[in-house]
């Protein structure tokens, strides 16, 4: 059974950083590719952005929204997806979920980031 | 304003029928790429109940359906239970890039 665990979140001033990490077992992860998707109060899912396997070439999209200020990086040793988050603005608040990007994908619950002064 | 269309909400008694419509457009569900319908209850993550079109995971009941012509997917639920209420996404792959539909609340009156 594939099991995400997403952490780090929390309360952020606008213009700060914050980094996400999501954990994952149950899959051979250095050859998952990996997204975030977040979900702002009381709104609908947004895809953030995708990291592909190393041997992908590792390779990142990201969100018109979100370009340029959050990175998404990969550590296969932990089998551990992150999410930099830099530049925070109000608009970032939401929950952001870790997801594999398989035929079947799995979701992680959920960790809350909340941008607010 | 979402790259795939649902409408807001949809009702229906117990026991009947109800669809949930997404349309897309050529760049991704009418390019061939798989759609998924996720179901979310209040305060939990979003739940896969249909994977590429018409597939259902190990423990979604039967009475969810998924189909799909040109550039739209549909959602169907029979025998709607009160335990169906919940917000129901789709998603798809525009340029390889995941794509969601607004959401659909659907209501077991």
């Known amino acids: 059974e594939v099991l995400l665990v997403e952490s780090g979140g929390g309360l952020v001033k606008p213009g700060g950083s914050l980094r996400l990490s999501c954990a994952a077992s149950?899959?051979?992860?250095?050859?998952?590719?990996m997204s975030w998707v977040r979900q702002a109060p009381g709104k609908g899912l947004e895809w953030v952005g995708r990291i592909k396997s190393k041997s992908a070439g590792e390779t990142t999209d990201y969100a018109a929204p979100v370009k340029g200020r959050f990175t998404i990086l990969r550590d296969d040793s932990k089998a551990t997806m992150y999410l930099q988050m830099n530049s925070l603005k109000t608009e970032d608040t939401a929950v952001y979920y870790c997801?594999?990007?398989?035929?079947?994908?799995?979701w992680g619950q959920g960790t809350l980031v909340t941008v607010s002064s | 304003q979402s790259v795939l269309t649902q409408p807001p909400s949809v009702s229906g008694a117990p026991g009947q029928r109800v669809t949930i419509s997404c349309t897309g457009s050529?760049?991704?569900?009418?390019?061939?790429?798989?759609v998924h319908w996720y179901q979310q209850l209040p305060g939990t993550a979003p739940k896969l109940l249909i994977y590429?079109?018409?597939n259902r995971p190990s423990g979604v009941p039967d009475r969810f359906s998924g189909s799909k012509s040109d550039t739209s997917a549909s959602l169907a639920i029979t025998g709607l239970q009160p335990e169906d209420e919940a917000d129901y996404y789709c998603?798809?792959?525009?340029?390889?890039?995941?794509?969601f539909g607004g959401g659909t609340k659907l209501t077991v009156l």
């Open positions: 050529s760049s991704n569900i009418g390019a061939g790429s798989d």
């Open positions: 997801t594999t990007e398989v035929l079947v994908p799995d």
């Open positions: 590429a079109f018409n």
């Open positions: 149950g899959l051979t992860f250095s050859n998952a590719w």
């Open positions: 998603q798809s792959y525009d340029n390889s890039l995941r794509v």
